[in-house]
């Protein structure tokens, strides 16, 4: 394991009591290339970035508990196509956590989103996630409320088609607050952050099992996009799917 792996390690175990400010001094402390490797432009303090966050074994509970929601909202059609393709070859032992998505022609995605910023996806939004039904989930889920800035919060679920993207946006500022946290389980995309203006951008490489959290000005005044083949850092990432756990705080009219 290489330094920048354990100190992030040691970040998070302690997630209850070091919170992500914590979180940002250690991997500044980081200076392997490793933590670089995934960055493209400067980091502003408003953004914490962990790419070690939870192991592989804890992605795939993740990813199979969304998968589960997800599929649980499902429309009708879309049962009824899963059930007219031959039966999927499931991963029992995943290497990697991508291995537990199914083929994109067994999922039903959405062409485009209502305000034109998703292409090719699933969503839902989730007030509880399968505990009961997925064993060792409930310290998972834990960790990764752990890590939310304030307790008062909304998740969405997002899973993108091999060839689905993310187009520039700002999140609706009235839809809710001041931070947006998000989680990657599946294959590694480019996450790209540029200011309104124009005059700064930062891109950040997001392996499966990373983590981030974009707050006060890199909520409101960076667009963030995630774009299906795009490269950073002499890496080309070609898409495949991938889901995002998105937490965010709930608008308070006062902000």
């Given at each position: 394991?290489?330094?920048?792996?354990?100190?992030?390690?040691?970040?998070?175990?302690?997630?209850?009591?070091?919170?992500?400010?914590?979180?940002?001094?250690?991997?500044?402390?980081?200076?392997?290339?490793?933590?670089?490797?995934?960055?493209?432009?400067?980091?502003?303090?408003?953004?914490?970035?962990?790419?070690?966050?939870f192991?592989?074994?804890?992605?795939?509970?993740?990813?199979?508990?969304?998968?589960?929601?997800?599929?649980?909202?499902?429309?009708?059609?879309?049962?009824?196509?899963?059930?007219?393709?031959?039966?999927?070859?499931?991963?029992?032992?995943?290497?990697?956590?991508?291995?537990?998505?199914?083929?994109?022609?067994?999922?039903?995605?959405?062409?485009?989103?209502?305000d034109?910023?998703?292409?090719?996806?699933?969503?839902?939004?989730?007030?509880?996630?399968?505990?009961?039904?997925?064993?060792?989930?409930?310290?998972?889920?834990?960790?990764?409320?752990?890590?939310?800035?304030?307790?008062?919060?909304?998740?969405?679920?997002?899973?993108?088609?091999?060839?689905?993207?993310?187009?520039?946006h700002?999140?609706?500022?009235?839809?809710?607050g001041?931070?947006?946290?998000?989680v990657?389980?599946?294959?590694?995309?480019?996450?790209?952050?540029?200011?309104?203006?124009?005059?700064?951008?930062?891109?950040?490489?997001?392996?499966?099992?990373?983590?981030y959290?974009?707050?006060?000005?890199?909520?409101?005044?960076?667009?963030?996009?995630i774009?299906?083949?795009?490269?950073?850092?002499?890496?080309?990432?070609?898409?495949?799917?991938?889901?995002?756990?998105?937490?965010?705080?709930?608008?308070?009219?006062?902000?």
């Amino acid at each position: 394991m290489n330094l920048c792996r354990l100190k992030a390690a040691t970040v998070v175990t302690r997630a209850g009591a070091r919170r992500t400010s914590s979180g940002i001094g250690t991997l500044k402390r980081c200076a392997s290339s490793t933590f670089a490797s995934f960055v493209h432009g400067r980091l502003p303090p408003e953004f914490t970035f962990l790419p070690y966050y939870f192991s592989l074994p804890e992605q795939c509970l993740l990813l199979r508990a969304a998968l589960m929601k997800l599929d649980s909202v499902d429309r009708r059609q879309a049962r009824r196509h899963r059930k007219s393709l031959p039966p999927p070859i499931v991963c029992d032992s995943p290497t990697t956590a991508a291995d537990i998505f199914l083929p994109d022609q067994y999922y039903l995605f959405e062409q485009g989103h209502y305000d034109g910023v998703i292409r090719n996806y699933r969503e839902t939004h989730i007030t509880t996630w399968p505990e009961s039904e997925i064993e060792g989930l409930t310290p998972v889920i834990k960790r990764l409320y752990d890590m939310a800035p304030t307790k008062n919060v909304q998740t969405h679920i997002l899973h993108l088609a091999t060839d689905g993207e993310i187009i520039p946006h700002v999140d609706n500022v009235t839809a809710s607050g001041t931070w947006i946290l998000g989680v990657s389980l599946g294959a590694e995309r480019v996450l790209r952050l540029e200011s309104l203006d124009g005059t700064d951008f930062f891109e950040v490489l997001l392996p499966s099992g990373s983590l981030y959290i974009q707050r006060d000005d890199t909520r409101y005044n960076y667009q963030h996009s995630i774009l299906m083949d795009r490269g950073t850092r002499g890496r080309q990432v070609q898409g495949g799917q991938r889901i995002s756990i998105m937490i965010r705080d709930l608008f308070q009219p006062s902000q």
